[in-house]
T-cell receptor, first 113, second 109 residues
Framework: NAGVTQTPKFQVLKTGQSMTLQCAQD?????MYWYRQDPGMGLRLIYY???????DKGEVPNGYNVSRLNKREFSLRLESAAPSQTSVYFC????????????FGSGTRLTVV | QKEVEQNSGPLSVPEGAIASLNCTYS??????FFWYRQYSGKSPELIMS????GDKEDGRFTAQLNKASQYVSLLIRDSQPSDSATYLC?????????FGTGTSLTVIP
């Protein structure tokens, strides 16, 4: 089982460029999440999808958009990257809205210059 | 006030000792509590979950929950150098997790 797969693992963007982070899970989980992790700030929720066809904002949604393409895939898009979006991004999934805990992907380290 | 508070450490213990990690949370309605371990440069991995007051043991790990005092703790017995990592406390008050900033643990051989 691959679990949660994120691509790419590393990315450098120039200010104003756009990109999409991809996430796919093969565990038949219903809920998927995007977090960012910054030093001293911990993990902060950007967006989540409780089930296929639904998405909701988390704690820090500004500057991001998401798409729940199907049950397996949940993508995160930065339309116009800013240096403040330099971070490590984690995708996660859970069977039942987190009550059984999350499985995390390996992360994407994004630098915006 | 942050939803979940942890002492950032670093916490250092000698090999074979008990490491004690603590976490407090603000939402009294929280029902589910988790501990994740994160090695440097890696993603968090779930090591313990606890839902009821009291202790829950899994191998060398014991999670303790006290809802009246709003704290969760993790004890690691017989600490090993491989336990050196950052430990994240996570609380689920509704349908969204809140994570603490983590406690860095170093086990000294």
């Amino acid at each position: 089982n691959a679990g949660v797969t994120q691509t790419p693992k590393f990315q450098v963007l120039k200010t104003g460029q756009s990109m999409t982070l991809q996430c796919a899970q093969d565990m038949n989980h219903n809920s998927m999440y995007w977090y960012r992790q910054d030093p001293g700030m911990g993990l902060r929720l950007i967006y989540y999808s409780a089930s296929e066809g639904t998405t909701d904002k988390g704690e820090v949604p500004n500057g991001y958009n998401v798409s729940r393409l199907n049950k397996r895939e949940f993508s995160l898009r930065l339309e116009s990257a800013a240096p403040s979006q330099t971070s490590v991004y984690f995708c996660a999934s859970s069977l039942g809205q987190g009550r059984d805990g999350y499985t995390f992907g390996s992360g994407t380290r994004l630098t915006v210059v | 006030q942050k939803e979940v508070e942890q002492n950032s450490g670093p916490l250092s213990v000698p090999e074979g000792a008990i490491a004690s990690l603590n976490c407090t949370y603000s939402d009294r309605g929280s029902q589910s509590f988790f501990w994740y371990r994160q090695y440097s440069g890696k993603s968090p991995e779930l090591i313990m979950s606890i839902y009821s007051n009291g202790d829950k043991e899994d191998g060398r790990f014991t999670a303790q929950l006290n809802k009246a005092s709003q704290y969760v703790s993790l004890l690691i017995r017989d600490s090993q150098p491989s336990d050196s990592a950052t430990y994240l406390c996570a609380v689920l008050p509704g349908n969204q997790f809140y994570f603490g900033t983590g406690t860095s643990l170093t086990v000294i051989p």
